[in-house]
């Protein structure tokens, strides 16, 4: 059972940037998809922000984060990053990390994944 912990999260002003890691353990990541979700204050659900496929070669962005958010991983440490930048108050949330451990196409759907962290909180201040 893979466990998934967070962390990077904090206040910031809009425009600044933040770093979050994703750190791993009880089990190793290399083969599995890992994502991002986020859910802002009032939301029910989590939405998609980014994702990684096991060896970094394909990567997807929700169209609200293109081109300001990255996101990366280190198999060797069992890690993923997700670099913001140009933050915006819209972005503020619990950051999720997730993990599929099912190979394929990786997938923008909660349901698709089988792991997940406690989050942590990003708050972007105008």
């Known amino acids: 059972q893979v466990q998934l912990v967070e962390s990077g999260g904090g206040l910031v002003q809009a425009g600044g940037a933040l770093r979050l890691s994703c750190a791993a353990s009880?089990?190793?990541?290399?083969?599995?998809?890992m994502a991002w979700f986020r859910q802002a204050p009032g939301r029910k659900e989590r939405e998609f922000v980014a994702?990684?496929?096991?060896?970094?070669?394909?990567?997807s962005y929700a169209d609200s984060v293109k081109a300001r958010f990255v996101i990366s991983r280190d198999n060797a440490k069992n890690t993923v990053l997700l670099e913001m930048n140009r933050l915006e108050p819209e972005d503020t949330g619990v950051y999720y990390c997730?993990?599929?451990?099912?190979?394929?196409?990786?997938?923008?759907?909660?349901?698709?994944?089988?792991?997940w962290g406690q989050g942590t909180q990003v708050t972007v201040s105008s």
């Open positions: 994702n990684i496929n096991f060896n970094g070669g394909t990567r």
């Open positions: 997730a993990a599929d451990r099912h190979p394929g196409i990786p997938s923008r759907t909660r349901e698709a994944y089988d792991f």
């Open positions: 009880g089990g190793t990541i290399v083969t599995y998809t």
